[in-house]
């Protein structure tokens, strides 16, 4: 039971390049989170989904897109990254009933 | 609208002191509110919870929290601290009756042995 995974754990991107982040959950949650750690601003929440085939925006979706076409996964992507967007990327899940949030390792983005 | 406070950017206690990490919110209705605890280049691991009840909340490694419904707060306290407490602390409500979660800016813990 590998919980939440995230792929890649590092990435370095030149200004306009694009990429997708993928976080995978073996826990059959419905619930699935994207949101960007920033010094001193703590967690924000860029897009959620409420189940497969859902997504909606968060607190900071601009420059993002995502997609759960899996139950187990969802996907976090830059379509023309900024250095803005220069952040640790945490994905989060959780069950149903459940309230609380089972978090993956985080991605670390830098772009230059 | 829901916010979450951390007064506390940093809070500094001896190993074997009691901790405190402060924690007010503000939301409509019932709160559900959480503590997760971040060590260096990891993911959030939750901590404890509250959601109804008994207002001393218990939760992993020997932490517990307060709610305080009148000071609408939500102290993290342990009663004796360990060096491998250090860490950052974030508090979290979730959003009214959504899904979505707010959380505040964090507390980062030094215990000094």
């Known amino acids: 039971n590998a919980g939440v995974t995230q792929t890649p754990k590092f990435r370095v991107l030149k200004t306009g390049q694009s990429m997708t982040l993928l976080c995978a959950q073996d826990?059959?949650?419905?619930?699935m989170y994207w949101y960007r750690q920033d010094p001193g601003m703590g967690l924000r929440l860029i897009h959620y989904?409420?189940?497969?085939?859902?997504?909606a925006k968060g607190e900071v979706p601009d420059g993002y897109n995502v997609s759960r076409l899996k139950k187990q996964n969802f996907l976090l992507g830059l379509e023309s990254a900024a250095p803005s967007q220069t952040s640790v990327y945490f994905c989060?899940?959780?069950?149903?009933?459940?309230?609380?949030?089972?978090f993956g390792p985080g991605t670390r983005l830098t772009v230059t | 609208a829901q916010s979450v406070a951390q007064p506390e950017d940093q809070v500094n206690v001896a190993e074997g002191n009691p901790l405190t990490v402060k924690c007010t919110y503000s939301?409509?209705?019932?709160?559900?509110l959480f503590w997760y605890v971040q060590y260096p280049n990891r993911g959030l691991q939750f901590l404890l919870k509250?959601?109804?009840?008994?207002?001393l909340v218990k939760g992993s490694y020997g932490f517990e929290a307060e709610f305080n419904k009148s000071q609408t707060s939500f102290h993290l306290k342990k009663p004796s601290a360990l060096v491998s407490d250090s860490a950052l602390y974030f508090c979290?409500?979730?959003?009214?009756?959504?899904?979505?979660?707010?959380f505040g800016t964090g507390t980062r813990l030094k215990v000094l042995a």
């Open positions: 509250y959601i109804t009840g008994d207002n």
């Open positions: 979290a409500v979730r959003d009214g009756g959504t899904y979505k979660y707010i």
């Open positions: 989904s409420v189940g497969e085939g859902t997504t």
């Open positions: 826990m059959n949650h419905e619930y």
């Open positions: 989060a899940s959780k069950e149903t009933v459940v309230p609380e949030q089972y």
């Open positions: 939301v409509s209705g019932n709160p559900y």
